[in-house]
Protein backbone atom coordinates (compact mmCIF):
# COMPACT_ATOMS: atom_id res chain seq x y z
CA UNK A 1 0.00 0.00 0.00
CA UNK A 2 2.90 2.27 0.63
CA UNK A 3 4.61 1.87 -2.57
CA UNK A 4 1.05 3.00 -4.32
CA UNK A 5 0.82 5.99 -2.22
CA UNK A 6 4.30 6.93 -3.05
CA UNK A 7 3.95 6.52 -6.75
CA UNK A 8 0.42 8.13 -7.07
CA UNK A 9 2.05 11.45 -4.82
CA UNK A 10 5.13 10.80 -7.22
CA UNK A 11 2.62 11.05 -10.44
CA UNK A 12 -0.01 14.17 -8.90
CA UNK A 13 3.49 16.31 -8.70
CA UNK A 14 4.72 15.55 -12.13
CA UNK A 15 1.52 16.69 -13.53
CA UNK A 16 1.38 19.43 -11.23
CA UNK A 17 4.53 20.88 -12.42
CA UNK A 18 3.93 19.79 -15.84
CA UNK A 19 0.45 22.24 -15.67
CA UNK A 20 2.47 25.04 -14.33
CA UNK A 21 5.21 25.13 -16.36
CA UNK A 22 5.18 28.58 -17.80
CA UNK A 23 7.15 27.09 -21.21
CA UNK A 24 4.47 24.72 -21.90
CA UNK A 25 1.56 27.82 -21.06
CA UNK A 26 3.26 29.52 -23.34
CA UNK A 27 3.00 26.89 -26.15
CA UNK A 28 -0.74 27.19 -26.23
CA UNK A 29 -1.24 30.81 -26.45
CA UNK A 30 -4.10 31.39 -28.92
CA UNK A 31 -5.66 33.86 -30.20
CA UNK A 32 -8.50 34.12 -33.49
CA UNK A 33 -8.75 37.47 -35.36
CA UNK A 34 -11.05 39.00 -37.78
CA UNK A 35 -10.13 41.10 -40.43
CA UNK A 36 -8.66 44.47 -39.20
CA UNK A 37 -9.64 43.68 -34.95
CA UNK A 38 -7.18 44.11 -32.52
CA UNK A 39 -6.48 42.09 -29.48
CA UNK A 40 -4.44 43.00 -26.26
CA UNK A 41 -2.37 40.54 -24.19
CA UNK A 42 -1.70 41.90 -21.29
CA UNK A 43 1.02 44.19 -19.37
CA UNK A 44 4.50 44.58 -20.39
CA UNK A 45 6.98 46.16 -17.56
CA UNK A 46 10.32 45.35 -16.18
CA UNK A 47 10.72 45.71 -12.74
CA UNK A 48 12.84 45.40 -9.46
CA UNK A 49 11.29 45.28 -5.78
CA UNK A 50 8.00 46.71 -7.52
CA UNK A 51 10.36 50.05 -9.04
CA UNK A 52 10.46 50.20 -12.46
CA UNK A 53 13.92 49.99 -14.39
CA UNK A 54 12.40 51.23 -17.29
CA UNK A 55 14.16 54.30 -18.81
CA UNK A 56 12.12 54.35 -22.17
CA UNK A 57 9.43 53.42 -24.05
CA UNK A 58 9.16 49.88 -24.83
CA UNK A 59 9.26 48.69 -28.42
CA UNK A 60 8.06 45.43 -30.10
CA UNK A 61 8.45 43.79 -33.41
CA UNK A 62 6.87 40.79 -35.35
CA UNK A 63 10.35 38.30 -36.01
CA UNK A 64 7.47 35.55 -37.90
CA UNK A 65 4.23 35.47 -38.70
CA UNK A 66 1.05 35.23 -40.80
CA UNK A 67 1.54 38.51 -43.21
CA UNK A 68 -0.20 41.59 -42.31
CA UNK A 69 -0.61 40.69 -38.73
CA UNK A 70 0.98 43.63 -36.54
CA UNK A 71 2.49 44.16 -32.94
CA UNK A 72 2.33 47.21 -30.79
CA UNK A 73 2.88 48.57 -27.45
CA UNK A 74 0.36 51.10 -26.25
CA UNK A 75 2.52 53.18 -23.69
CA UNK A 76 0.98 53.47 -20.35
CA UNK A 77 1.29 52.68 -16.44
CA UNK A 78 1.02 49.10 -15.59
CA UNK A 79 0.20 47.30 -12.10
CA UNK A 80 2.88 44.49 -11.47
CA UNK A 81 0.76 41.65 -10.09
CA UNK A 82 2.75 39.09 -11.22
CA UNK A 83 5.03 40.62 -8.61
CA UNK A 84 2.25 41.33 -5.84
CA UNK A 85 3.41 45.23 -6.34
CA UNK A 86 0.12 47.48 -5.98
CA UNK A 87 1.56 50.71 -7.46
CA UNK A 88 1.46 51.02 -10.96
CA UNK A 89 4.76 51.34 -12.92
CA UNK A 90 5.99 53.26 -16.34
CA UNK A 91 4.93 50.40 -19.38
CA UNK A 92 2.21 48.95 -21.94
CA UNK A 93 -0.07 46.74 -23.24
CA UNK A 94 0.85 44.17 -26.36
CA UNK A 95 -1.56 44.65 -28.57
CA UNK A 96 -1.92 42.60 -31.97
CA UNK A 97 -3.67 43.69 -35.12
CA UNK A 98 -4.96 41.74 -38.10
CA UNK A 99 -4.87 42.98 -41.50
CA UNK A 100 -7.38 45.36 -42.76
CA UNK A 101 -8.79 42.23 -45.26
CA UNK A 102 -8.87 38.89 -45.02
CA UNK A 103 -10.26 36.72 -47.47
CA UNK A 104 -9.29 33.53 -46.43
CA UNK A 105 -8.92 31.32 -43.18
CA UNK A 106 -5.27 31.46 -42.28
CA UNK A 107 -3.12 30.33 -39.58
CA UNK A 108 0.22 30.94 -38.18
CA UNK A 109 2.85 31.14 -35.52
CA UNK A 110 3.64 34.65 -34.58
CA UNK A 111 6.52 35.13 -32.83
CA UNK A 112 7.41 38.60 -31.43
CA UNK A 113 9.95 40.32 -29.75
CA UNK A 114 9.88 43.16 -27.06
CA UNK A 115 13.08 45.29 -26.08
CA UNK A 116 12.69 46.75 -22.64
CA UNK A 117 15.58 50.15 -22.56
CA UNK A 118 16.57 49.56 -18.85
CA UNK A 119 18.91 51.33 -16.72
CA UNK A 120 21.20 48.10 -17.19
CA UNK A 121 21.16 48.06 -20.87
CA UNK A 122 18.29 46.32 -23.35
CA UNK A 123 16.84 43.45 -22.31
CA UNK A 124 14.99 41.44 -24.75
CA UNK A 125 11.80 39.03 -24.37
CA UNK A 126 10.21 36.97 -26.96
CA UNK A 127 6.65 35.64 -26.72
CA UNK A 128 5.12 32.90 -29.51
CA UNK A 129 1.73 33.17 -30.44
CA UNK A 130 -0.57 30.77 -32.44
CA UNK A 131 -2.86 33.04 -34.74
CA UNK A 132 -6.10 32.24 -36.20
CA UNK A 133 -7.17 34.90 -39.31
CA UNK A 134 -11.05 34.10 -40.19
CA UNK A 135 -12.81 36.44 -43.24
Given at each position: ?????R???A?????????????R????????????E??D????F??A???S?????????????P?????S??Q?????????C???V??G??????PP???E????????R????????E???????????V?
Open positions: MRIGIAFLILSLGVSLSCDPAAAEDESIALKAGTVLGNLWVNCKLLNGPISVEVMDGPGVTAVKQKVIPRKFNANEPGRLLVTAQVTRTRGTLIVMKYPTKDGRQWSRTINVTLP
